[in-house]
């Protein structure tokens, strides 16, 4: 089966810095989803990029997708404090509804 | 905003009782899906819904679970003999247009089965 992996696990940065974290998938998709989790919270939607597409922005977020590497990098730029958080990517696989899901990157923003 | 609203936010409960943890997904959306957490561990899907039925299930969603929209605004999910291993979060989740994607999450069910 499918299955996502984010690198690194964590990451910690200064506040104002960037952060990239990365995410690998095995099979083909049709989109892939960034999802931002605080602690015992629920998770948020960051942004979605087709197979179709290769980069994709919104506000201080950039995501590229390399479909032939099977691979995707999520960008935050200029962190702030309330950054802090895990960052998940999803897959959706061809045909169905499914989300599979990777197991985390726990970013630490220092002030 | 509009908010996926879950209850209870912890639930406690003996190995083989049943629970239903509950959703309220948001109002325009049409499908809807659950997802659960094992602590430390990865997101997994269980089930999606859409147009009154299941369309999609993963493994773990055997006979033991169950899915159902009594009303037009209420989204549950059952567990009929509940295990040790049943032991995680509980996300529902909603999504409006194509299935899959953009999808909003409640803030989660904490299941203890002891």
């Known amino acids: 089966s499918q299955q996502g992996e984010e690198d690194p696990q964590a990451l910690s940065i200064q506040e104002g810095e960037n952060a990239t974290m990365n995410c690998s998938y095995k099979?083909?998709?049709?989109?892939l989803q960034w999802y931002r989790q605080n602690s015992g919270r629920g998770l948020v939607h960051l942004i979605l990029i087709r197979s179709n597409e290769r980069e994709k922005h919104s506000g201080r977020l950039r995501v590229t997708l390399d479909t032939s590497k099977k691979s995707s990098s999520l960008l935050i730029t200029a962190s702030r404090a309330a950054d802090t958080a895990s960052y998940f990517c999803?897959?959706?696989?061809?045909?169905?509804?499914?989300?599979?899901w990777g197991a985390g990157t726990k970013l630490i923003i220092k002030p | 905003e509009p908010e996926v609203t879950q209850t209870p936010s912890h639930q406690v409960t003996q190995m083989g009782q049943e629970v239903i943890l509950r959703c309220v997904p948001i109002s325009n959306h049409l499908y809807f899906y659950w997802y659960r957490q094992i602590l430390g561990q990865k997101v997994e899907f269980l089930v999606s819904f859409y147009n009154n039925e299941i369309s999609e299930k993963s493994e773990i969603f055997d006979d033991q679970f169950s899915v159902e929209r009594p009303d037009g605004s209420n989204f549950t999910l059952k567990i009929r003999s509940t295990k040790l291993e049943d032991s995680a979060m509980y996300f529902c989740?909603?999504?409006?247009?194509?299935?899959?994607?953009?999808?909003?999450f409640g803030s989660g069910t904490q299941l203890s089965v002891l």
């Open positions: 999803a897959t959706g696989p061809l045909g169905n509804y499914q989300l599979i």
């Open positions: 099979t083909s998709i049709n989109n």
């Open positions: 989740a909603s999504s409006e247009g194509r299935g899959g994607e953009k999808l909003f």
